[in-house]
């Protein structure tokens, strides 16, 4: 199959490769696949299978992502690939995230036609979503870099299992990520997603610190990671970490892939968890997969009204001035980007 020679990778004896992308540093023989099973090593050198390899492409609200804060009301020309660095046995896009490439039919989409595509359909922002970004990091810099002399944004929908000095190789092109955070205990990674918590909570700190937008979602999967206990945990760490500003989305979960035998999350522990969340100083609290309710409003921390009132991806009131204050008493409510009035959007796909 097709295959391009990866940049994120360090060359060993006996013809071994060390990928770098991510911190598993998979260390292969000739022949062997890494645990993404997208990156193979070709006679002691690591080619990507997947590079310009699109599963799906589509025009999103870049409130699906979810973003709440960057580039309010915009659409977002949304691309994805194959494969994982995780294995969550959960995964809504499982039928594209835990597939090997030749196992999956794509089609080949250059940098130079993912950016004309987005300008074509008047997308501001390029996504990288659906499966993981982080192990299609070749594609992603090469994208950000035609995206940027184009005046487009990038966006990365993630799980953060990203190796640091990968992050820096590319954060400069990245403007906004939401961060999966999927439990905040590592028995949970390690039983459940095959990974480790520390990389990606040290990954998310340095996101923030590289002037990326960053947002987190947690997943809230009933009797595995909705303790109040790891909750608060969590929110403590999101509030030193990440600061009182940073939007945070708490998710239902819906049975699928490997979990169907689970029932969906309660309303009243997605509630509870927002209750935490404000409880331990965030600002932004959000519930998400629960159309309708509340918790998708933001709410001006100065007087408490609601500044943007959302139905699920759409924004149905705004109630914030041009420098994003709230128009009942000036509280300024740390967004990136203006406000779009897109109107009514009907989803489509175009791959």
Same mark, same amino acid.
């Given at each position: ?39 193979? @090593? ?14 799906? #492409? ?15 009301? +915009?659409?977002?020309? #949304? =691309?994805? +690939? ?44 390029? #996504? ?15 994208v950000g870099k035609l995206a ?29 990520? %939401? ?33 990326i937008h960053v947002e987190t ?23 030193? %970490? ?33 209750? =935490? ?15 309708? @309710? ?38 300024? =409510? ?18």
């Amino acid at each position: 199959m097709p295959a391009r020679e990866a940049r994120f990778y360090e060359t060993l004896e006996g013809g071994l490769v060390r990928c770098t992308i991510c911190p598993r540093r998979c260390v292969l023989k000739p022949g062997q696949r890494g645990f993404c099973g997208t990156r193979e @090593n070709r006679n002691g050198r690591l080619y990507s299978l997947i590079y310009a390899e699109v599963s799906a #492409s589509a025009v999103d609200p870049i409130e699906k992502k979810p973003l709440f804060h960057f580039e309010p009301g +915009s659409l977002t020309f #949304s =691309i994805s +690939s194959v494969g994982c660095n995780f294995k969550c046995p959960w995964c809504q896009n499982y039928h594209i995230s835990h597939v090997r490439p030749e196992d999956y039919r794509t089609v080949h989409m250059e940098p130079e036609e993912v950016v004309r595509l987005a300008k074509q359909y008047g997308c501001p922002s390029i #996504s990288i979503t659906y499966n993981e970004p982080i192990i299609w990091l070749e594609f992603v810099e090469d994208v950000g870099k035609l995206a940027k002399r184009e005046g487009l944004e990038v966006v990365l929908v993630t799980n953060g299992y990203i190796a640091l000095e990968a992050l820096d190789a590319v954060a400069s092109l990245i403007d906004a990520a %939401n961060v999966d955070v999927k439990a905040f205990r590592d028995d949970f990674y390690r039983r459940y997603c095959k990974g480790d918590l520390e990389s990606v909570l040290q990954a998310v700190v340095a996101m923030k610190e590289k002037g990326i937008h960053v947002e987190t979602t947690n997943l809230i999967i009933p009797d595995l990671n909705d303790s109040e206990e790891e909750l608060r945990d969590f929110c403590r760490w999101h509030y030193e %970490n990440l600061g009182p500003d940073t939007p945070i989305h708490f998710s239902r979960f819906f049975p699928c892939y490997k979990m169907l035998f689970k029932q969906p999350t309660p309303v009243s522990t997605l509630r509870k968890a927002q209750e =935490i969340a404000l409880e331990a100083g965030l600002r932004y609290v959000y519930v998400g997969n629960l159309p309708g @309710n509340p918790g998708e409003h933001t709410y001006c921390p100065g007087c408490g009204r609601p500044v943007i009132k959302r139905m699920g991806f759409e924004i149905v009131e705004w109630r914030l001035d041009e420098h994003m204050r709230c128009t009942d008493c000036g509280t300024r =409510i740390p967004i990136r980007g203006r406000y779009h009035r897109r109107g009514s959007w009907t989803p489509f796909l175009i791959y």
